[in-house]
């Protein structure tokens, strides 16, 4: 099994070039996604050792809290739904990774990525039946990797590296600084240093690691690699932790241990001071790593990797074919636990229960604990029953986040999604958008929908400001001169420095639309256009959150508007309301607090309405399209049949 390792340490230099020159877009976009909320990063094997530099990077730069986690561990382990949680693989084949897969799509995190290497693998394959998951896929060129993770996990952590220098604009990270990785990563005169000062390590059987805040995933992947290769005991601590009782091993067992230290520029003083007090006749070696903390993490890695080597020669085992044990085999094959859910709701399907885990924000168990669950199963039941048996005329939908995937919200909807748009025309009945965006909505939907069914579309656009059938090109107003209304706000807006710094301002007659320009919270930005409408002393705007902006409009605009015309279009009879933001201050919390409405996403507090009925695991544009397929034409009505 596997390859010799030095076939795959002479490919380094191959893979860091691939991933310096890697297109980094879909990574930046979930990254994006990502920064605004707690990351879990989740691998085994060497990719743990990705996921540790994953959280690493993450905090470092977002600040939020960031956790590593085996796949086991993330079952186990309950998680926040407001959590991003990053799955990563390079092979993507795996019982573990794929059992945790399983696991995490039916919780619904806040984000689910994927970062993967083999886009045809059954992690990715899986990820694309559920349209909210992140998938991510870098190929490394030198194809899979032998029995120890070595070149897609240098690919994997330099990628992850460049992507949030530019999502975040780390300076530091710099051509010159990427050229001395470079250099370091060829087998030039420096690692020839490196391995002769390592030399008297090697006839010790225990080898202790310190490390600093920058080059602890170069201490983890040695650990790992070290063990899994068998290449003899070792111990990873940083400077500091070192001091709270670890060192003691070396006061016991000195003839026996040796130290590595990753001493980078952050730690060189404390590195210097710890390692002086260590006695002489303990072995030691200080290999400095120089840069910013992103190439030196890059740097303790690629050490890490070559370390592994040496060591190898050293003790006679060759890290890339160590041989695998048969017992060996069926353990890396048994299967995880599966994720348990216990059903508490009598004659509930797990449809149920998930649609009341959504609407409540807690799980079935806690809220039969609570002695809450008849009273949910009450109000689901009413609703259910009411939207059962309600004949419909129409449908009104959100756009970006329920029509077209947000990620792809510049591409027209989905064969699909228009393949059912087109069925609910042709059948006679009424189908209005209600979006945040202008013309670009009308030119998408024109491009999919035939002509002779453009009169029977209608579309709000700026939240329902401006209303016009498909066909009606004299609507919107494009102009950038805001109306009298927004004038004040829109003026205060750009002498704000913060806010002009943090987004992009768009004016339009009816709306002011602000898009982050960088990673920040949807609160931030919400927050400071509060302030600047409260300086501006006008309180007729309303200011409300769509999934890719903040938008303000004038006190009187509103997307019921749409849903207000369809219905007179057929004479006060129901329209069905279907959004992504149904959560107040969301630009769809007005439509979806209508009695009979449905929520993609985000659910409001009320048990009577904007319930969220889509399978468990699925969420967005895949909802959307559930909801559209149970629209069935009775007689001369559209009526919902959930299982349809």
């Known amino acids: 099994m596997g390859r010799p390792y030095s076939s795959e340490l002479a490919k380094l230099p191959e893979t860091l070039e691939w991933a310096m020159g890697s297109d980094l877009g879909p990574l930046c976009r979930a990254i994006r996604t990502a920064s605004l909320s707690p990351l879990l990063a989740i691998g085994s094997g060497g990719s743990l050792t990705a996921a540790h530099a994953l959280a690493s990077l993450h905090q470092t730069n977002t600040g939020y809290l960031s956790a590593v986690a085996t796949p086991l561990e993330s079952i186990a382990n309950p998680i926040a739904p407001t959590t991003s949680a990053w799955l990563l693989s390079a092979g993507g084949r795996n019982v573990d990774i794929l059992a945790a897969f399983r696991a995490l799509v039916a919780r619904e995190p806040h984000q689910l990525a994927i970062l993967c290497g083999n886009a045809k693998s059954p992690l990715a394959t899986a990820s694309r039946k559920h349209g909210y998951v992140d998938l991510v896929v870098y190929t490394p060129p030198t194809g899979k990797d032998g029995f120890l993770a070595t070149n897609s996990l240098l690919g994997f952590v330099t990628l992850l590296s460049r992507a949030?220098?530019?999502?975040?604009?780390?300076?530091?990270?710099?051509?010159?600084?990427?050229?001395?990785?470079?250099?370091?990563?060829?087998?030039?005169?420096?690692?020839?240093?490196?391995?002769?000062?390592l030399k008297p390590v090697w006839g010790r059987p225990t080898t202790l690691v310190l490390y600093g805040s920058a080059t602890r995933v170069g201490a983890v992947d040695l650990e790992s690699k070290f063990t899994e290769a068998a290449l003899g005991n070792l111990q990873i601590a940083d400077f500091r932790n070192f001091a709270h009782g670890r060192h003691h091993w070396l006061a016991k067992r000195a003839d026996e241990s040796a130290v590595i230290a990753f001493v980078d520029d952050r730690d060189k003083n404390l590195a210097e001071r710890t390692l002086n007090l260590i006695p002489r006749r303990i072995p030691q070696v200080r290999l400095p790593i120089p840069g910013p903390a992103?190439?030196?993490?890059?740097?303790?890695?690629?050490?890490?990797?070559?370390?592994?080597?040496?060591?190898?020669?050293?003790?006679?085992?060759?890290?890339?074919?160590?041989?695998?044990?048969?017992?060996?085999?069926?353990?890396?094959?048994l299967p995880l636990p599966k994720s348990r859910r216990r059903n508490v709701a009598?004659?509930?399907?797990?449809?149920?229960?998930?649609?009341?885990?959504?609407?409540?924000?807690?799980?079935?168990?806690?809220i039969s604990?609570?002695?809450?669950l008849q009273r949910w199963q009450e109000a689901l039941e009413g609703f259910l029953q009411s939207l059962q048996q309600t004949e419909f005329a129409g449908v009104v939908l959100d756009y970006d986040g329920t029509v077209v995937d947000t990620r792809e919200r510049f591409s027209p909807p989905s064969e699909a999604v228009t393949a059912e748009l087109i069925r609910i025309v042709e059948a006679g009945f009424h189908v209005g958008i209600a979006t945040g965006r202008g013309s670009s909505v009308r030119r998408d939907l024109a491009s999919c929908i035939p002509k002779h069914l453009h009169t029977r579309v209608v579309v709000g656009y700026y939240n329902g400001a401006e209303l016009g059938s498909l066909d009606d090109t004299r609507v919107p107003d494009g102009s950038a001169t805001v109306c009298a209304e927004l004038s004040a706000v829109a003026s205060a807006l750009r002498e704000q420095s913060e806010l002009a710094d943090l987004a992009e301002q768009t004016d339009r007659r009816y709306q002011i639309t602000l898009q982050a320009r960088r990673p920040t919270t949807e609160s931030r930005l919400w927050d400071l256009a509060q302030q600047a409408a409260l300086l501006a002393g006008h309180g007729q705007v309303k200011i409300t959150r769509s999934s890719h902006s903040i938008d303000i409009v004038p006190a009187g605009v509103t997307k019921l508007s749409v849903l207000n015309l369809l219905r007179s279009k057929a004479q006060g009879r129901a329209v069905l309301a279907i959004g992504d933001r149904g959560r107040w201050p969301g630009n769809d919390y007005e439509l979806l607090?209508?009695?009979?409405?449905?929520?993609?996403?985000?659910?409001?507090?009320?048990?009577?309405?904007?319930?969220?009925?889509?399978?468990?695991?699925?969420?967005?544009?895949?909802?959307?399209?559930?909801?559209l397929r149970a629209l069935r034409p009775v007689n001369d009505a559209l009526k919902y049949e959930r299982n349809g």
């Not at 530091?172 to 600084?177: A, I, K, R, T």
């Not at 409405?597 to 895949?622: K, M, Y």
């Open 164 to 197: 949030y220098s530019k999502e975040f604009g780390e300076s530091g990270v710099s051509d010159e600084q990427m050229n001395h990785v470079r250099q370091l990563l060829g087998d030039g005169e420096q690692w020839e240093s490196w391995r002769e000062v």
């Open 294 to 333: 992103t190439t030196s993490m890059l740097i303790a890695l690629g050490a890490a990797l070559r370390i592994t080597g040496w060591a190898g020669e050293a003790r006679g085992i060759d890290p890339g074919r160590p041989g695998v044990p048969e017992f060996g085999r069926r353990l890396y094959h």
């Open 593 to 627: 607090r209508e009695p009979l409405s449905l929520s993609v996403d985000e659910l409001n507090v009320d048990p009577q309405t904007c319930w969220n009925l889509a399978p468990r695991g699925q969420r967005g544009v895949a909802a959307t399209l559930g909801y």
């Open 369 to 372: 604990r609570r002695g809450e």
């Open 346 to 366: 009598r004659n509930a399907t797990d449809d149920d229960c998930v649609a009341i885990e959504r609407k409540s924000g807690l799980s079935i168990d806690r």
